[in-house]
Every structure is written in C-alpha cells, then in structure tokens.
C-alpha cells in the first residue's frame, strides 16, 4: 500500500511538472496531441525500474527518484555563465550549435558559417510553423521508452540538421549542451538527416557551466544516414558532478552506407546513452566504440540495440570501461538478426578494468539470430591493472600513478583509435587524458 501511495504522488509530481511548462512547449494543434499521448505514454510506464530487463542495472526510481521542474528560459546571466563553458568544450575548428538550458542560443552558435548545403533551423521553429507538420512529427517520433515518450512531452528545443545529397562538410558540427541551473530540467531533441552520398562530422557536447548543479538532462537525437553517406558521429557526456543525464539516439543508417560512432562519459552522477541503431539498406556497416571512465559513486550504463533488419550489413561493437572507487559502469549490447538477414556479420567485445575492489562492471552482451547463414560472435572480461606490468614500469623510472595511467591510456587506445574522423579523434583522447590528470 505504501507502494501504490508512493508511485501516486510521484505520478501526481511529474502531471503538475507538465502542466507547469505547458505554456512554454511549442507547437499547438497536432504536436500538442502528440506531446499529450507522450506524457500518456510515460505516465503508464513511470520511471524505469529494475523490473524491466532493459533497465535492470539502472533503476531511476532510486537513482533519479523524480521529474525534476523544467529550468527557467537563460537569462543574459545564463548566456554569459554558458559562454565561459563552451569556450572550454569546444572542438578546434568546428561549426558550434549551442543549446542552453533547452533553448537554442544563437549568440553563441556558428549559424553563418555553415555551407550552402547545410541547412540548420531550431526544432523551436520547425514545432511552431504549422507548414512544417510532417517533419514535425517526423522529429517527435517516439518509442516503447518512457524516457523517450517523456521526451517527447517536454521537450522544448534542439537542432534540425540537413545535410544535402553528396554535400561533404568541410568542418565539423559540433551541438553543445550546455546547463546553467540547479534543482531543474531541461529536455532537448536534435534531428540531423544525411542525404545519399553526403559526408559529415558531427559532436554532440554535455557540460555544465560552473555554478550548475543538481541538474537533470533528458535528450533524444534522431539520425537518418543516406544511402552511400557517412557519418562520424561523437558523443561526449561531461556533465557536472551531481548531474542526472538520459540521453537517446534513434538511428537509421542506409544502404552503402557507413556509421562511426562513439560515445564517452566520464561526468555527471547518473548517466545513461541508450542507441537504437536500425540496418535499414543492404550494404550498412556500423562501427561503434565506446568508453566510460567513471570514479566516486558515478554510474555510467551505455545501451546498444543494434537491428540487422536487412542482408550483407556489418556492425562492430568495442567498448571499454575504467571503474575507480565505487563507481558502476553497466554495457548491454544487444544484436538483432532478423530472418530476412542473411550473410550479417556482427561482432561485439566488452572489456572493463577495475581499479578498485569495490568497482563494479556490469556487462551484458546479447544475440537474437533468426538467420542461418550468419558470421556473429561476443565477448566479455573484466579484471585488474596488471601488477607485473606496473612492477615494470617502476621499474623503469614511473611513479605508481604514471605506470597506471600509461597502462589506462593503452586499454583505452583501441577503442579511442576506432573513431574515423582525425580531428574528433584527438579530441576524445585529450577528455580521456583529462580524466586521468584528474585522478593522480
């Protein structure tokens, strides 16, 4: 009974948090609608709890217990805390798209240096232009997930991304996620759509600025890749200490066509990256490499569900985890081979280094095959750093912390190394050496 009295006032507290923000949604009529059956859709559901297998090493109703209110629209305040932040987040050379606290900034976006084959626009803008109904509705598309469907409810800007048919973009796009309050939410959902044979570099960037804190961030991503396109797609989750971070990528890759993507989290207290990536066109190949390096108390969980929908598609799975103290890091991977599939070839590793006795690693790699002519395979291990290599490393002159760091640094090369763009490339291993700074 104290159970039902519980979820009945915590269902009570996120109605109340919807109804608040209501006025500042976009979108009326049709999206309106849409937004209602989201929040419909996640009211039933209520927050993911160990009971569902998707979601059984990440409970939100322990670890984010509730909705958090929507933050308030940035202020010149606001803009000027978040500045200082993207100035430090920043990829040399790339095009910047800046959401702050939800909201798209265009004072501190790179609007005018984007090529003619590009065409950007605020999913604020696309919501309230009733001309723009079916890509509106396109853009809040939604799933089983009720973190997706609460999305959906509340999300109140992002970026939509075009990219033209056979259009390379010289530089890379980098859309930055910036949190400027405490004590609040923000729900973002970025749509970037590839043409056939385009060629693009995209990163997506969370941090906080310096006085944020306590925050909650909910963000979905919807990706279609063309036929015959590629895409290198990096994802960095750097969010403040105490920070709540949910993030989702809906992703459909065509025919011939090529998807890099990478993902690393080494911030914020509770995060989660859940990928559902569809193998829509025969040819598709997908590469993914991801990396949690987590400490303190963080919990880290990365989710792939990889959907071989169509024949002769490819996907490679390589993700790395370094756990310190009491951190959890949580891998599922799961490949799908539909009947229809034949000649997949899919492979998929785990691998964690614990470097405390009171480090956890979970990891869950799965296959469901309905195909009988396939090439699939998964591995999983965990252990310690070594002693007799960092016996040898002292040996040779290297403090204990130096001797770990190297060895760190080289368990997370391969995964690092898989990243296809130089430019992102080096970026993601200098977030990996900060890391490792910080720790000595």
């Known amino acids: 009974m104290n159970l039902v009295l519980a979820e009945a006032e915590a269902g009570r507290a996120v109605g109340s948090v919807f109804a608040a923000a209501h006025g500042r949604l976009p979108g009326t009529g049709p999206i309106a609608h849409i937004r209602a059956r989201g929040f419909e859709a996640y009211e039933r559901a209520g927050l993911p709890h160990c009971r569902i297998e998707e979601w059984k090493y990440t409970d939100l109703r322990v670890l984010m217990r509730k909705v958090l209110p929507l933050v308030p629209i940035p202020d010149g305040a606001a803009l000027a805390r978040a500045k200082a932040a993207v100035d430090q987040a920043a990829v040399e050379q790339a095009i910047k798209l800046v959401l702050v606290d939800g909201i798209f900034a265009p004072r501190l976006s790179d609007v005018t240096e984007l090529g003619k084959g590009v065409d950007v626009r605020t999913l604020r803008e696309v919501l309230e232009n009733s001309a723009n109904g079916a890509m509106a509705g396109l853009v809040l598309s939604t799933t089983t997930d009720a973190m997706i469907s609460l999305n959906t409810a509340m999300v109140t800007d992002g970026v939509v991304i075009t990219i033209a048919e056979g259009y390379a973009v010289s530089r890379p796009i980098q859309i930055i996620h910036v949190a400027t309050g405490c004590s609040a939410s923000s729900f973002t959902r970025s749509y970037l759509q590839l043409g056939k044979g385009a060629r693009a570099a995209v990163v997506e960037s969370f941090v906080s600025a310096e006085s944020a804190c306590g925050y909650q961030a909910n963000n979905t991503t ?81 989710t792939l569900v990889v959907d071989h929908a169509v024949p002769h598609c490819t996907s490679r799975e390589n993700f790395r985890a370094v756990v310190d103290d009491r951190g959890r890091s949580v891998f599922q991977g799961r490949i799908i081979v539909r009947p229809d599939a034949q000649k997949t070839d899919g492979k998929l590793i785990t691998r964690a280094l614990l470097l405390s006795d009171r480090a956890e690693a979970d990891s869950k790699p799965e296959f469901e095959i309905f195909a009988d002519d396939v090439t699939c395979g998964h591995g999983a291990t965990s252990g310690a750093l070594d002693e007799g290599l960092v016996f040898y490393l002292r040996a040779r002159g290297l403090s204990e912390s130096d001797a770990q760091a190297l060895l760190i640094q080289a368990f997370l090369g391969e995964a690092i190394e898989g990243i296809a763009n130089e430019s992102l490339r080096d970026f993601a291993a200098t977030q990996a050496e900060r890391w490792l700074e910080a720790r000595r």
Do not use: P
């Open 222 to 302: 919807i990706v279609l890749v063309g036929d015959e396109a590629g895409l290198s797609h990096l994802r960095v989750a750097a969010d403040a200490a105490d920070a709540v971070n949910i993030s989702s990528g809906i992703i459909a890759v065509g025919a011939n066509a090529k998807l890099n993507l990478f993902n690393m989290t080494y911030g914020g207290a509770v995060s989660r990256y859940q990928g559902f990536i569809t193998l829509t066109g025969e040819g598709a190949e997908l590469s993914f490499n991801g990396v949690n390096l987590i400490r303190g108390k963080q919990h880290a969980d990365t």
